[in-house]
């Protein structure tokens, strides 16, 4: 394996973690519009949503900038040096290991929440009428939920479909020889 190659394998690492940030994003950005009207964040929505907004916009340029220029960089970054190394690794289970653990980490993250929300919801046992019942905190928790709740279904999918996933960005470019020269594919 040529250090240019284990350099553009960290680079389509870093495209999975945008990508999958930005998705991420993009759902929390769309929780807390559908129930942040209810909790009196209606009179100063854009300054609760900006912080979402701004994370989501810097997740996707990322992702769009990295994803469409992962050759160029990892020339820039290499300076243009042909050194191999004495490992063989393969791209697709290189790959394969960044998802698992991209989905991993995710599941650390947001289990607590969900699961703190089902034994909130079922467990403790809170009096019918509560004097003291905070409805836009209750709707606050409900957002949590949800986004976390949310992020941990795509992991779940992501992870099942993880081995496709890295064979789809792992595969080689096809290249034709012709007469002893390499001609690359388009495609």
């Known amino acids: 394996m040529k250090k240019l190659q284990l350099v553009e394998l960290g680079i389509i690492a870093a495209v999975l973690i945008m990508g999958y940030k930005m998705v991420t994003s993009l759902l929390t950005l769309i929780t807390s519009l559908l129930f942040g009207f209810g909790t009196g964040l209606g009179r100063n929505i854009m300054m609760a949503i900006l912080p979402t907004a701004l ?35 393969n791209k697709v289970a290189i790959l394969h290991v960044i998802i698992i653990a991209i989905c991993l980490s995710s599941f650390l993250q947001t289990i607590p929440d969900v699961l703190e929300y089902f034994i909130d919801k079922f467990v403790i046992h809170k009096p019918e009428a509560d004097e003291n019942f905070d409805y836009p905190q209750f709707r606050r928790e409900r957002v949590g ?14 992870l099942i479909t993880s081995k496709n ?12 020889e012709i007469g002893g020269e390499k001609i690359e594919s388009n495609i």
């Open 165 to 176: 996933i890295a064979a789809f960005f792992g595969k080689e470019d096809q290249s034709f």
């Open 145 to 158: 939920f949800f986004n976390s709740l949310i992020s941990l279904v795509i992991s779940t999918l992501l």
């Open 55 to 89: 994370f989501f916009a810097f997740y996707t340029i990322t992702f769009f900038l990295l994803a469409r220029n992962v050759k160029p960089l990892a020339r820039f970054i290499c300076r243009s040096s042909e050194e191999s190394m004495d490992f063989k690794l």
